[in-house]
């Protein structure tokens, strides 16, 4: 008798443990399955691919919901504070769309000419280049007939270098005057002025330059930020 309760108790705890173990195989199978789904962290593009064909309908809108008209261009030597007008709104908007791409950041004051302009935002920085092919290829029509004129500390936006009888405007370029230019009125378009920091603009044009009106220096674009 006591041989076969022994026999029973025996089969009993055996029964028992290839439960468990059985058990313990289940729940280790389903988290070992368990699948984990990855977020995608791809950043979403928040404005199109700015060309020649919708620039202006880009702008306009771009003007209408971004209503920013004081930027501060810090430079290695010092900080220049712009104030955009809103009469030239296309111009206005560019530069604060590009701004807040930072296009402008890590270039330089690559054209100094003497008593007259200091012109930036040009650079060999392939980072810089890539998000600026990134952002858009488009020129910008003149505007200047709003009354404004190349007085001393305006800032006003270069033509293309490509043939361009209109003039159309390098938009990732700009100039400031250093002196009067008024001989440039009606070809280039003033967009703005300098409220602060034009004994920096002396300064950087004060600097001495090669043949090509490149400092032998370089004056660098450290950052443009808006600041109203």
Known sequence: MRVLLLVG????????????????????????????????????????????????????????????????????????????????????????????????DNTQFHRVVKNFIIQGGNTDNVKVAAKRYKIGHYLLPTDTKRGYTHKRGVISMPSSEVENPHKLASPYEFFITQQDAYHLDGDYTVFGEVIKGMDIVDKINAVKVDEADWPMRNIYIKKVEIID
């Open 9 to 104: 108790f025996c089969f009993l705890c055996l029964n028992c443990e290839d439960k468990q173990s059985k058990s313990k195989t289940k729940n280790n199978t389903s988290k070992t399955e368990t699948k984990v789904v990855e977020k995608d962290t791809t950043p979403v593009r928040e404005y199109p691919y700015v060309s020649k064909d919708n620039v202006m309908d880009f702008f306009l809108d771009y003007a209408t919901n971004n209503k920013e008209n004081k930027v501060r261009i810090i430079t290695s030597v010092g900080a220049i504070d712009i104030l955009l007008y809103d009469k030239t709104k296309f111009h206005r908007a560019n530069f604060i769309f590009l701004t807040k791409q930072g296009a402008f």
